[in-house]
């Protein structure tokens, strides 16, 4: 059974950090584009980051700097570091996996996980 579950979110305060975790099970993320997206109440979902099965990594303008996508193969799951967190963050963010990376994005995702919620507030 192919699934996908984030982890790793919670409520943090402006300037702090979260560690986002997505865990596969079912299938092997290295030979997977790996997608984080998120999506604010009243706003539509937007793409923040992804890596590539090369390891090539896009960031979306507004985390650039303050937040690092990366692989763990060992545990099959991949990371999402936030820091500097600002309440502008605040979303459910989502991984997904498979579809196209090219310039800033991943698009035509194949498999989705449930979400975790982060909130930025003090």
């Known amino acids: 059974q192919v699934q996908l579950v984030e982890s790793g979110g919670g409520l943090v305060k402006p300037g702090g950090s979260l560690r986002l975790s997505c865990s596969a099970t079912g299938f092997t993320l290295d030979y997977y584009n790996i997608g984080w997206f998120r999506q604010a109440p009243g706003k539509e979902r937007e793409v923040i980051s992804c890596?590539?099965?090369?390891?090539?990594?896009v960031y979306t303008d507004s985390v650039k700097g303050r937040f690092t996508i990366s692989r763990d193969s060992a545990k099959n799951t991949v990371h999402l570091q936030m820091n500097s967190l600002k309440p502008e963050d605040t979303a459910v963010y989502y991984c997904a996996v498979g579809g196209v990376v090219e310039a800033a994005a991943c698009y035509g995702m194949d498999y989705w996980g449930k979400g975790t919620l982060v909130s930025v507030s003090s």
């Open positions: 890596i590539s099965t090369s390891d090539t990594t």
